[in-house]
């Protein structure tokens, strides 16, 4: 049996457990993009960013992301939902989060580690299926810190996660382009910081009297 798949998400999944540590450069968004990038041209992956291929992403992307940002909206209407956002620490400057932080330090990073680089040597070493369900579940496990930092249940995390991740990975190899699940995956980041930040800005203002 290839175990490089399995040393390869091991690897990423060990990587994130680090996020809070004192390593220079470790949570640097152009740093976590080269280290993404570096692994995906290492697999082999093929990015389909131009021609045919990122159209077809393209139109994979969009469709999801208009999924997913009203499926955000509609979960923002739930009490719960927008207490645990009021709740929530949010990174500052909301800017560099929103332009810098998130496109480029998660979504593309992660696109590029685990839907680029670790399902395309999942999936030559045990088929696509396979392939994709070792990425999921590293992509899942990989979120157990972000979870336990948040107070956020660790096993509905991996849960809902690895679900996105299997989403994300059906989405690069249905339209043959990762710019389909960095658009779904961005879609999900953005609408969700944006939608925390006006939650806890009312917040603010309804306890400022304004």
Not at 28 to 54: F, W
Not at 65 to 81: L, Y
Request: positive net charge; hydrophobic residues 55%; aromatic residues 6%.
């Amino acid at each position: 049996m290839d175990g490089r798949p399995i040393a390869l998400a091991g690897l990423l999944v060990g990587y994130s457990a680090t996020a809070g540590l004192a390593i220079p450069g470790r949570r640097h968004p152009i740093v976590q993009a080269a280290l993404g990038s570096a692994l995906a041209a290492l697999a082999g992956a093929q990015p389909g960013l131009d021609g045919d291929e990122l159209r077809s992403g393209l139109g994979f992307g969009m469709a999801a992301a208009a999924v997913v940002a009203a499926g955000v909206g509609v979960g923002a209407a739930i009490p719960a939902v927008r207490a645990g956002m009021a709740a929530r620490a949010l990174p500052r400057p909301a800017w560099k989060w929103l332009l810098v932080d998130i496109p480029i330090g998660t979504v593309w990073a992660e696109e590029a580690s685990y839907r680029g680089a670790l399902e395309t040597v999942a999936a030559g070493a045990y088929g696509p299926v396979m392939g994709r369900l070792v990425q999921a579940v590293a992509f899942g496990l990989s979120h157990v810190p972000d979870a336990r930092g948040a107070g956020e249940p660790v096993l509905g995390t991996i849960v809902v996660t690895g679900t996105a991740g299997w989403i994300f990975g059906w989405l690069a190899t249905s339209s043959g382009s990762l710019i389909a699940p960095v658009l779904a995956h961005l879609a999900i980041n953005e609408v969700g910081a944006v939608v925390a930040l006006l939650v806890q800005r009312r917040r603010q203002l309804a306890a400022a009297g304004c």
